[in-house]
């Protein structure tokens, strides 16, 4: 059983990309960003000069099209990680509350047997103790738990949608914009 209490919470709303995951989702945030710039934007330049080409409709089209395939290659590689770190979240989400419900179980169990050999002195003094723990969880500590508690579902959801959502939204915006602007440029 765990020593904290909240743990079970705050196993449900910790993060669960890992930080290769979470650099492969900055990269493509900011080529999806760069893409939008550059199509909507008009932001094309006319010559790269540090490659010692002008740049044409021809060879416009490829640059576009060369950055949908960055950005497709990095969707497809968040996709990828983010998979594996949710799959690894979850899994050690469930196997952890099962452990904690087991020993759970156990310490039950096992204080259930005990109080059946307790003296009459042992028994009120870990009822009395009992009753002090119980009077933690019935004042104001217990109300704000609550509400915290009830907020945790949705400060999840939220999260699945900044962590996973959003960033393959915005990939698969910027590819559109991209390959509408490469077929417009041919």
């Known amino acids: 059983m765990s020593a904290n209490p909240y743990a079970r919470d705050l196993r ?6 890992t930080n290769e995951t979470r650099k492969v989702r900055k990269t493509l945030l900011i080529w999806s960003l760069a893409s939008a710039a550059i199509t909507l934007g008009k932001l ?11 740049v044409t409709s021809a060879n416009h089209a490829a640059l576009l099209l060369l950055m949908a395939a960055i950005v497709a290659y990095h969707l497809v590689a968040f996709l990828v990680y983010a998979s594996a770190d949710f799959a690894h979240w979850y899994v050690n989400h469930y196997s952890t509350e099962w452990e904690d419900d087991s020993a ?8 259930m047997l005990a109080r059946s050999k307790l003296s009459e002195e042992d028994r009120l003094f870990m009822e009395e103790h009992e009753r002090r723990l119980g009077s933690l969880w019935r004042g104001e500590a217990f109300g704000i738990y609550a509400r915290i508690q009830t907020a945790i579902p949705y400060v999840s959801i939220a ?6 959502f959003s ?8 590819l559109y914009l991209l390959f509408d602007a490469a077929r417009g440029a041919l």
């Open 12 to 17: 449900k709303i910790t993060n669960p990309l």
């Open 44 to 54: 094309f330049p006319s010559e790269i000069s540090a490659l010692g080409m002008k």
């Open 104 to 111: 759970n179980y156990e310490a039950y169990k096992t204080e």
């Open 159 to 164: 999260r699945a949608i900044v962590d996973f």
């Open 167 to 174: 960033p393959v939204l915005v990939g698969c915006a910027a």
